[in-house]
């Protein structure tokens, strides 16, 4: 079974531009959460979706949006990009919402975003 | 969520146990502890989770205190490759799916 998916695996931006990373999860899985991971900040909760709704956020301006598609690929959004948005974004997949014993996330490997 | 506290940094002998520690005394009944690792440049990788009980899958083993304020991380036998930060977190069941990562253990496996 193919793992978590992310396009592109590498970006460069320049500020004030827009990005869009892509995330597609493990086959069945439903739930897609988006984390950014910086070195002085380490792993951050950006949002969760599923089934094409976000249920959760993290503490992320409005800069940083994302979506989720009927075939469960989601997208995340920056616009207006800043120096300090530069970082691996993780997108992770889970089986099912509500809470189960097996229902772990499973990572991608990651977009790694350098703004300059 | 309730928070965690692990070392920053630990070593372990290739071959042997290694056992990494992690309290979480402010955890609630309902609360899980779940720990991933990431390798260098790496997406986390999921290791194992509980609740009250110990666990163990091909990875690793999980002890958790009868008060469940701690737990121990426990790879029977180091290698190279397990040289990683290891997170612990504590997570709610329920309808929000949301880790939230301290900084870690970094476990180096020295040869």
């Known amino acids: 079974k193919a793992g978590v998916t992310q396009t592109p695996r590498y970006l460069i931006k320049t500020r004030g531009q827009q990005v869009t990373l892509s995330c597609s999860p493990i086959?069945?899985?439903?739930?897609v959460s988006w984390y950014q991971q910086t070195p002085g900040q380490g792993l951050q909760f950006l949002f969760e979706?599923?089934?094409?709704?976000?249920?959760n956020k993290g503490n992320f301006p409005g800069r940083f949006s994302g979506r989720q598609f009927s075939n469960s690929r989601s997208e995340m959004n920056v616009s207006t990009l800043e120096l300090g948005d530069s970082a691996l974004y993780l997108c992770?997949?889970?089986?099912?919402?509500?809470?189960?014993?097996?229902?772990?996330?499973?990572f991608g490997p990651g977009t790694r975003l350098t703004v300059l | 969520d309730a928070k965690t506290t692990q070392p920053p940094s630990m070593d372990c002998a290739e071959g042997r146990a290694a056992n990494l520690p992690c309290n979480h005394s402010?955890?609630?009944?309902?609360?899980?502890v779940y720990w991933y690792r990431q390798i260098h440049s790496q997406g986390p990788q999921y290791i194992i989770h509980?609740?009250?009980n110990n666990e163990t899958n091909e990875m690793a083993s999980l002890i958790i205190t009868e008060d469940r304020k701690s737990s121990t991380l426990i790879l029977p036998h180091a290698t190279l490759r397990d040289t990683a930060v290891y997170y612990c977190?504590?997570?709610?069941?329920?309808?929000?799916?949301?880790?939230?990562f301290g900084k870690g253990t970094l476990l180096t496996v020295n040869p």
């Open positions: 086959s069945g899985h439903r739930s």
């Open positions: 992770a997949s889970s089986l099912q919402y509500d809470f189960r014993r097996d229902n772990e996330q499973f």
């Open positions: 402010t955890i609630s009944g309902n609360e899980y």
């Open positions: 509980g609740l009250k």
């Open positions: 977190i504590v997570r709610a069941g329920g309808s929000n799916y949301k880790l939230t």
């Open positions: 979706y599923f089934s094409e709704t976000q249920r």
